[in-house]
Nanobody, 123 residues
């Protein structure tokens, strides 16, 4: 059962822009820190950006103001706007949700991953 559905990948020229989206259920979205990771061939998966349920954001150092992560609460969606893309941004981009729930004395976290969407930056 697919819990996270990604869209928006593709081929773009250096300096161009792409927008990724990740949709999920309301139950998962309301209780999750949402994040985007990426994995290039031969490299480890790395955190691109994350956003908490309160809207606090974190970005990987390599983003350097080029990417923006945002939550669309009405659509249970997290978006990643990527500008000024570089060839080194080429990777499969994955959406991740860390859903935290339960009473304070017994908090549980369940992690969900999307299937990934390819982003290729090339002239």
């Amino acid at each position: 059962q697919v819990q996270l559905v990604e869209s928006g990948g593709g081929l773009v020229q250096p300096g161009g822009s792409l927008a990724l989206s990740c949709a999920t259920s309301g139950r998962i979205f309301r209780t999750s820190v949402m994040a985007w990771y990426r994995q290039a061939p031969g490299k480890e998966r790395e955190l691109v950006a994350s956003v908490t349920t309160f809207g606090s954001t974190y970005y990987g150092e390599f983003v350097k103001g080029r990417f923006t992560i945002s939550r669309e609460n009405a659509k249970n969606t997290v978006n990643l706007q990527m500008n000024n893309l570089r060839p080194e941004d080429t990777a499969v981009y994955y959406c991740k949700a860390d859903s935290t729930f339960g009473p304070v004395e017994d908090v549980r976290t369940v992690t969900y991953w999307g299937q990934g969407t390819q982003v290729t930056v090339s002239s």
